[in-house]
T-cell receptor, first 111, second 114 residues
Framework: DAKTTQPNSMESNEEEPVHLPCNHS???????IHWYRQLPSQGPEYVIH???SNVNNRMASLAIAEDRKSSTLILHRATLRDAAVYYC????????????FGQGTRLTINP | DGGITQSPKYLFRKEGQNVTLSCEQN?????MYWYRQDPGQGLRLIYY???????QKGDIAEGYSVSREKKESFPLTVTSAQKNPTAFYLC?????????????FGDGTRLSIL
């Protein structure tokens, strides 16, 4: 399974943008880049995913490098409710969708 | 509201006892999954099912069993053979097992040993 590398932790201030990086240098051509986040004692929540082009939804934006070896999740205006562990996952298996969760990035938001 | 319901929220197991964790979804999803999460760690796949009456082992299936008799339900049994069952168990579902479909998760069951 292709691996991703994320910083263990990041900190930001409320109402400021947050850029969460993810490196995936061994990504294959069919791997989608998925982002999930997990609040304490809850199940992960899907945030966004993409293949090659940048993607936007109501929660966040996903910027994908041209060579696809890295990506950045962008929270445009962080709130206290965005404090969570963020997981960057490659999902490209045919048939079986076996997500491989690393340790993710723990995001702290300061009021 | 559509979603995934896991029960119970907390569960305690005695030595040598089998326990069953419930997972029900009303999203009309074909695929369902069970993950285990240990403190400070990411999720690890136990079992998954693509259609009714079919399921496959994940990375850590030993000591666990599942069934998929109905599309909506995917119960997980933690058997006495699982020597370290204390963990947070998460159930998920997705529309189909293609690479561009996100998984939807329940709120988990926390299992502890008495």
């Amino acid at each position: 399974d292709a691996k991703t590398t994320q910083p263990n932790s990041m900190e930001s201030n409320e109402e400021e943008p947050v850029h969460l990086p993810c490196n995936h240098s061994t990504i294959s051509g069919t791997d989608y880049i998925h982002w999930y986040r997990q609040l304490p004692s809850q199940g992960p929540e899907y945030v966004i995913h993409g293949l090659t082009s940048n993607v936007n939804n109501r929660m966040a934006s996903l910027a994908i490098a041209e060579d696809r070896k890295s990506s950045t999740l962008i929270l445009h205006r962080a709130t206290l409710r965005d404090a969570a562990v963020y997981y960057c996952i490659l999902n490209g298996a045919v048939g079986a969708q076996k997500l491989v969760f690393g340790q993710g990035t723990r995001l702290t938001i300061n009021p | 509201d559509g979603g995934i319901t896991q029960s119970p929220k907390y569960l305690f197991r005695k030595e040598g006892q089998n326990v069953t964790l419930s997972c029900e979804q009303n999203l009309n999803h074909d695929a369902m999954y069970w993950y285990r999460q240990d403190p400070g760690q990411g999720l690890r796949l136990i079992y998954y099912s693509q259609i009714v009456n079919d399921f496959q082992k994940g990375d850590i299936a030993e000591g666990y069993s599942v069934s998929r008799e109905k599309k909506e339900s995917f119960p997980l049994t933690v058997t006495s053979a699982q020597k370290n069952p204390t963990a947070f168990y998460l159930c998920a579902s997705s529309i189909w097992t293609t690479s561009n479909q996100p998984q939807h998760f329940g709120d988990g069951t926390r299992l502890s040993i008495l």
